[in-house]
């Protein structure tokens, strides 16, 4: 099989969906024939992403509420299953990029805040879809990753240590439980979304000029990736994770001479606060 179409009848889950690459994905998965449950904090925001893919022809419902609210978490696999019958594919998507500076100086509480929303509660979920119904009929769990989980930056360490331990328990997963669910992840690179506009807006040029293939990232560059592993096409597939970061870790091999203009910008820039 070569093509991402979605099994008959396939559920996705996908967190963080309301906008960027959460919403890439869930369009992305819809198109292939997936129906959707979708995720965010914030309820108006999420009925407008849902609203959006119905209008497109989508079979989507909305969750309201944090990937770390262990209610909220088994509310969306809950409603998968209630309203559609069945979870054949789990994104966990949804993250922070809180704290942002040097570790040093890190607020503890922030710290394990946000290892709760970018590593527990991708486990949590992983738990919940597989009792719900991926132990008896199997699945996909996607984990979005990130690039910065296999190299230091300026200021992303909780970040990046964080993305780090996704990746190790995205292997673990895969191994506790091939062969019936394969697990997976996405290492995106810079993207154009909210979560990294601190970095790329207004400086789009330099670090294209810094990228081997000369563009930072869409939504839809690590959509294109998520389909594939929650698909059939990858069915002898797992435990890996695909980078989709336009060449930024070959950068050295590709005769650019210019510094890495998204280290340069972590240096000098601030994410707005969540
Ligand atoms: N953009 C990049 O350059 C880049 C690079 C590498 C990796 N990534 C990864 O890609 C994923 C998506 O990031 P993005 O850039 O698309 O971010 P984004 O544009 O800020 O979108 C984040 C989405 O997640 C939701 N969200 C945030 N915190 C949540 C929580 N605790 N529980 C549930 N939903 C939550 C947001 O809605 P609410 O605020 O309403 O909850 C929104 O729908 C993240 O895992 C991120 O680490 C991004």
Redesign the pocket.
Known sequence: MTSAQAREGAVALV????????LAVARALAKCGHRLVM????PD??EAAVAALRAEGAQAVGCPG???DSGRARAAVDLATSEFGRLDVLVN?????APYGALMDVDLTRWRAAFT?NVESALHLTQLAWRAWMREHGGAVVN?C???ASHVGPNVGAYGTSKAALLHLTAQLAGELAPLVRVNSVS????R????RFVWEGAEEQLAASLPLARIGE?EDVARAVTWLASDAAEWVTGTDVLVDGGTSVRAAAGGTAPYAVHERLRAAAPREP
Do not use: F, H, K, Q
């Open positions: 967190t963080g969906a309301s906008r960027g690459i959460g995720t965010a904090r914030e925001a999420l944090g990937v770390a998507n949804a993250a922070t990029n929303v979005i990130s690039e910065g995106p690179g810079l993207i979304t909210e979560m990294a939504p």
